[in-house]
């Protein structure tokens, strides 16, 4: 209790139906933060055949990144020294001025970071002018997601690097199964054939070199030595890098590290190499520090 885990939900044939963090707030009460798509009704639909005592709903509950290398001062203001205890993806329920909350020590970016969710919807407002109090000496800015922090991070966006039509070998999540456990789950056989068989495409890291690239707004075909290879799903300048960075869904055979291949960009077509994952931070220190 009181931890999370990064964990994949599988479909029968081995697809991902959601990647959530798993959150465990007591002996029997678990949080499943999920990304975009259909968790709900999924888990309510598995429920009904799995003769298990469980009740599922769906919470009250919006969460907010503290992100960045001052988010953990910024936290600290908030919630006093007991965040520097606070390992990774790990978490506590506090309250703040009467605020109902979890926080962990978790995020999409692979800096240091923290989510906060907030559990009386009605607070909104005044939890997000306490934030920007507190981050205020820090130079707290409020903005939307980073893609250019998180790809360089190798963290997967659900419904563009991944989809109901992948299985975790093709995107390189293989970690997160376990064929062995005692426990039966759905997809097991389909992802035990799909081990033994290897996948027929993989997600792999490019580098695009052109012109610095917008973060791309839909997918971008790829052709190895002019035959369709596949399509890069998320792409964007790192000026941390200086280079175009993204991942590209290929086929097998293309996904060797110093591939080259061409990438079809808005600005025209541009040379790209496949390249290891992630492009920076590979032990994730970052985020562990």
Do not use: C
């Amino acid at each position: 209790m009181g931890q999370g885990k990064y964990v994949l939900i599988t479909a029968e044939d081995g697809g991902i139906i959601n990647d959530p963090v798993l959150l465990r707030l007591g002996e029997n009460h678990f949080w499943l933060a999920g990304a975009d798509s259909d968790l709900l009704l999924w888990a309510r639909g598995v429920a009904v055949h799995a003769g298990l005592d469980v009740q599922i709903r769906e919470p009250d509950v919006s969460p907010l990144q503290v992100q960045g290398p001052k988010s953990k001062a910024v936290m600290q203001a908030l919630f006093g020294d007991r965040v520097l205890e606070l390992s990774y993806y790990w978490f506590f329920e506090t309250e703040l001025d009467g605020i109902p909350l979890i926080v962990t020590r978790t995020g999409w970016t692979g800096e240091v970071g923290y989510e906060v969710y907030l559990r009386d919807g009605r607070r909104g407002l005044q939890l997000w002018e306490r934030i920007l109090e507190a981050g205020r000496p820090y130079n707290l800015r409020p903005t939307g997601p980073s893609d250019i922090r998180r790809i360089e991070a190798g963290i997967l966006n659900y419904g563009a690097d991944m989809t109901l039509d992948n299985n975790p070998y093709e995107v390189g999540l293989e970690r997160l199964v376990d064929l062995d456990k005692p426990d039966d789950f759905l997809g097991r056989e389909a992802l035990r054939r799909i081990r033994e068989q290897g996948p027929a495409r993989r997600l792999v890291g490019v580098e695009i070199r052109s012109e610095p690239l917008e973060f791309n707004a839909t997918r971008w075909p790829v052709r190895r030595r002019g035959v369709e290879a596949g399509l890069v799903t998320s792409a964007v300048h790192s000026p941390r890098l200086k280079k175009n960075i993204g991942y590209a869904m290929v086929a097998a055979p293309q996904a060797q590290a110093g591939t080259e291949l061409t990438v079809e960009t808005p600005a025209g077509e541009a040379p790209a190499t496949v390249v290891p994952l992630p492009f920076i931070d590979p032990a994730k220190r970052v985020p562990k520090s």
